[in-house]
T-cell receptor
Framework: DVKVTQSSRYLVKRTGEKVFLECVQD?????MFWYRQDPGLGLRLIYF???????EKGDIPEGYSVSREKKERFSLILESASTNQTSMYLC?????????????FGSGTRLTVV | GEDVEQSLFLSVREGDSSVINCTYT??????LYWYKQEPGAGLQLLTY?????DMKQDQRLTVLLNKKDKHLSLRIADTQTGDSAIYFC???????????FGGGTRLMVKP
């Protein structure tokens, strides 16, 4: 069964900390995505990557950066965490040739910044 | 850019049918999707429909697509309490690589 794995289900971090959220997929997908999900706002795209070392800003990139050194791993970095970054973070991947199958999502990481 | 809209909330009784609606704006959409999100979990692909189809049925799920009106619906027959979740519709656009998601419809099933 194909999988997208996010390293943590729950995280609590302090304001100002540097935070790494990790996502690994085992499907050899080219495209990977980071979303945040907030009540009433749906899913908002933070960053995406269509190849190793390639990245593109999504709709809300401010306060975030990403790293894609290997095809299977896409990391989201909060350089200096703030309380307004408390949210559910979802990683997804999609292969270029997967046709109809949309995205495969990880289980999500619920981040609380105190 | 592309816009996908859904109503926020739907409440039904167990055993009834649920119909969740979605509208989109991109006439060049190729695939449209329904995802389900249970509490505290990620999104799970439920079903999808190719844009040249009008209907797709998969067990208790029926997807209807009205391409002229850019309207997509998901019907769940014999709704169960386990169907309580948030349902997202999504539209594949931008050279077939990006999904745009609706805001999600929270389905509550009452016993």
């Amino acid at each position: 069964d194909v999988k997208v794995t996010q390293s943590s289900r729950y995280l609590v971090k302090r304001t100002g900390e540097k935070v790494f959220l990790e996502c690994v997929q085992d499907m050899d997908h080219e495209n990977m995505f980071w979303y945040r999900q907030d009540p009433g706002l749906g899913l908002r795209l933070i960053y995406f990557s269509y190849d190793v070392k390639m990245k593109e800003k999504g709709d809300i990139p401010e306060g975030y950066s990403v790293s894609r050194e290997k095809k299977e791993r896409f990391s989201l970095i909060l350089e200096s965490a703030s309380t307004n970054q408390t949210s559910m973070y979802l990683c997804a991947s999609r292969g270029t040739l997967t046709g109809s199958y949309g995205y495969t999502f990880g289980s999500g990481t619920r981040l609380t910044v105190v | 850019g592309e816009d996908v809209e859904q109503s926020l909330f739907l409440s039904v009784r167990e055993g009834d049918s649920s119909v969740i609606n979605c509208t989109y704006t991109d006439s060049s959409s190729t695939y449209l999707y329904w995802y389900k999100q249970e509490p505290g979990a990620g999104l799970q692909l439920l079903t999808y429909i190719f844009s040249n189809m009008d209907m797709k049925q998969d067990q208790r799920l029926t997807v209807l697509l009205n391409k002229k009106d850019k309207h997509l619906s998901l019907r769940i027959a014999d709704t169960q309490t386990g169907d309580s979740a948030i349902y997202f519709c999504a539209d594949l656009y931008n050279a077939g690589n990006m999904l745009t998601f609706g805001g999600g419809t929270r389905l509550m099933v009452k016993p």
